[in-house]
């Protein structure tokens, strides 16, 4: 009688402890876990900077010579390529050969080459896209972040071109910026540009850039 009142409290102590090993397995289980994109488990990243956008080359780009088009036309492999505007101011496309491509819009010519195309194929659609603006550009020097030469394939002021070099240096005289203009002529004509002023509101300062201008910035 005594052995098995013995054995009775052993397991009721055995039966215990497994109680409590199981309810400490569920308090564990329990446990929020830090998910590996929460800023518990690892450090989020800084946003990284993009780059500027170069700009946009419209439809009213006035196509010049050494200009590099891409001219698609869709379901046509064999006529889509690209191709350099040469010193003549013509490109050489597959069925219309030699044809005028200087002095014309992107819109005119692309509506030129799918006339052109009508000849050879039905409802021809066609895309035009300036790839390398060679022929348009200005330049930038002098106390910039970038300077260089940027393509001048839309509608772009001073400012805008001020902001495509990336700003200003120390000391840069910001208020007796030129910008040289040379003429078909050749007649060279400089134009200031008081930054401060075109900031405050001075539209008359903030002229629209031409091909080949050079922005001073002193």
């Given amino acids: ?6 054995w009775i409290a052993a397991i009721s102590i055995v039966m215990a402890f497994g109680a409590l090993a199981a309810n400490a397995q569920k308090l564990e289980e329990a446990k929020p876990v830090a998910s590996p994109e929460s800023p518990a488990a690892s450090e989020q990243k800084p946003d990284e900077t993009r780059p500027a956008a ?9 196509i010049g010579e050494s200009d590099l088009l891409a001219i ?26 030699e044809m005028q491509a200087s ?3 992107v819109e005119q010519l692309r509506v030129t080459i799918a006339t052109q195309l009508k000849r050879f194929l039905e409802a021809p659609e066609v895309t035009v896209i300036v790839q390398e603006p060679r022929s348009q550009f200005f330049t930038v020097v002098g106390k910039v972040a ?4 940027y393509p001048l394939g839309q509608r772009l002021t001073v400012m805008d071109g001020l902001a495509l070099c990336g700003g200003f240096k120390d000391f840069a005289k910001v208020n007796k910026i030129q910008v040289v203009r040379t003429h078909r002529d050749g007649r060279v004509e400089r134009l200031p540009f008081n930054y401060k002023r075109a900031v405050a509101g001075d ?4 002229f629209a850039l031409e091909q080949h201008d050079m922005i001073v910035v002193p």
């Avoid at 009688?1 to 013995?6: A, E």
């Avoid at 064999?78 to 069925?95: Q, S």
């Avoid at 539209?203 to 903030?206: E, F, H, T």
């Fill in 1 to 6: 009688m005594k052995h098995t009142r013995l």
């Fill in 54 to 62: 170069a700009p946009v080359i419209s439809d009213a780009y006035i």
């Fill in 72 to 97: 698609n036309v869709w379901h046509e492999p064999e006529l889509t390529r690209v191709v350099p505007v040469r010193t003549d101011g013509k490109i050489t496309l597959p069925l219309i050969g």
């Fill in 103 to 105: 002095g014309q819009t």
């Fill in 146 to 149: 970038k300077p260089g030469s």
């Fill in 203 to 206: 539209l008359n300062q903030n």
